[in-house]
């Protein structure tokens, strides 16, 4: 079904593929919380400490122990820089530049896919 949605966005006309990429980078997003949120209640219904941030970037901004409403403020607040960012790289003059926008959200989904598989692999554990 989701396939189906992703390949609509793709070739529909009127729908830029920067905004089809930033709906796929919040699908990853929402997935990576899920899942890590999933992991987090199970380990609290078992007496275990919830997970400890280890990632640096994500520590200052999530705190050592992430929270559910921290990670949905940050994800907005990060889709919407992004969004800015390609509208403002999209003006640019320069061709070069203009071609970057494309840059800003695969950085995006390709990070949030790795924490996703780790989630998904540590979870095992």
């Not at 899920?34 to 999530?62: C, F, K």
């Not at 203009?98 to 924490?115: C, D, E, K, N, Y």
Request: proline share 6%; net charge positive; glycine share 10%.
């Amino acid at each position: 079904m989701s396939a189906c949605i992703f390949l609509f966005l793709l070739t529909c006309p009127r729908f830029h593929a920067e905004s089809t990429l930033l709906i796929v980078q919040a699908s990853v997003m929402a997935a990576d919380g899920a899942t890590t949120r999933s992991i987090d209640a199970q380990l609290r219904r078992n007496g275990v400490p919830p997970p400890y941030e280890h990632n640096p970037v994500a520590r200052a901004v999530l705190g050592d122990y992430p929270t559910w409403p921290r990670m949905i403020g940050a994800g907005y607040a990060e889709l919407t820089l992004e969004s800015l960012a390609i509208s403002e790289l999209a003006r640019s003059r320069h061709k070069v530049v203009r071609g970057l926008r494309w840059f800003v959200p695969t950085v995006g989904i390709a990070g949030h896919a790795f924490a996703l598989g780790v989630t998904i692999g540590g979870a095992g554990q």
